[in-house]
């Protein structure tokens, strides 16, 4: 005889709360995953110009994620990091950056 009887109301209850608590997890940590796919998952950088700024941009093949890289010249850098919603930035310049998980980047001068 066991120890501890379990009915299949606190199994289908325990199977409920770690499914919750998984899904919970998933979504805090939504963009420190995109973070550990791996390099091969990238495709290449493409480059552009945006309002005056040398971008790089790449778009993850196995996820809904993209990432930027500007450039105005030599005096401001700036990253976005769209892991699975839209990511913006404002560089000390002023001007306003938006990039999309498909990997759209736009831009606007103050």
């Given at each position: 005889m066991p120890l501890v009887r379990r009915?299949?109301?606190?199994?289908?209850?325990f199977a409920?709360?770690?499914?919750?608590?998984?899904?919970?997890?998933?979504?805090?940590?939504?963009g420190a995953a995109a973070n550990l796919l791996p390099q091969s998952s990238w495709g290449s950088w493409r480059q552009e110009e945006v309002v005056q700024?040398?971008?790089?941009?790449?778009?993850?093949r196995w996820t809904?994620?993209?990432e930027a890289e500007l450039h105005m010249g030599k005096s401001e850098d700036l990253s976005l990091r769209a892991y699975g919603a839209t990511d913006h930035?404002?560089?000390?310049?002023?001007?306003t950056f938006t990039l999309t998980p498909d990997g759209e980047l736009t831009g606007s001068q103050r």
């Amino acid at each position: 005889m066991p120890l501890v009887r379990r009915s299949r109301g606190s199994v289908l209850l325990f199977a409920v709360v770690a499914a919750l608590l998984a899904f919970t997890a998933f979504s805090v940590y939504r963009g420190a995953a995109a973070n550990l796919l791996p390099q091969s998952s990238w495709g290449s950088w493409r480059q552009e110009e945006v309002v005056q700024w040398s971008v790089h941009i790449r778009v993850n093949r196995w996820t809904h994620a993209a990432e930027a890289e500007l450039h105005m010249g030599k005096s401001e850098d700036l990253s976005l990091r769209a892991y699975g919603a839209t990511d913006h930035g404002t560089a000390i310049t002023g001007e306003t950056f938006t990039l999309t998980p498909d990997g759209e980047l736009t831009g606007s001068q103050r």
